[in-house]
């Protein structure tokens, strides 16, 4: 789940939203502009519960076609009153800290890539690399 004070509103990638047997109805007819300027429609939307830390919250989600399996906005950090604290590399609530996972320390190895053709990888993708060889330093 990706926490981004920068979007307004919290949004949940359509397949996952599929495998939820919660309460969906439609929503009007809306489209988001992404942080790299592209716009998403928005296709449903939905009241869902958000396990966040120890508590469980209700909250209405909006489904789109997004990366991220989860995009905690706006919307919920206020309505729940929670706490963005960066310097703590946590988000508190009501008598609880929970401690944010940084996308720096899931990738702890470093590894040098060399192509032998140009290929160009999109922001926010991933690449399979079919075969490898390591080098030695």
């Not at 300027?37 to 830390?53: D, F, M, R, S």
């Not at 989860?70 to 009501?94: A, M, P, S, W, Y």
């Not at 609880?96 to 160009?120: F, G, M, W, Y």
């Amino acid at each position: 789940m990706l926490i981004d004070t920068g979007a307004n509103a919290t949004l949940l990638r359509t397949d996952l939203a599929k495998k939820l047997k919660e309460l969906i109805y439609t929503a009007p007819n809306i489209s988001l502009n992404t942080a790299t300027g592209e716009k998403a429609e928005i296709h449903i939307k939905l009241n869902a519960t958000i396990e966040c830390g120890s508590r469980k919250f209700q909250h209405g989600i909006y489904i789109a076609d997004i990366t991220d399996p989860c995009i905690l906005g706006l919307d919920f950090l206020q309505k729940f009153n929670f706490t963005v604290d960066l310097e703590k590399n946590e988000i508190r609530t009501v008598g609880e800290e929970i401690p944010l996972l940084s996308a720096s320390v899931q990738h702890s190895k470093l590894c040098s890539v060399l192509a032998k053709e140009r290929t160009i990888i999109p922001a926010r993708s991933e690449c399979l690399v079919q075969k490898f060889r390591e080098l030695s330093a």
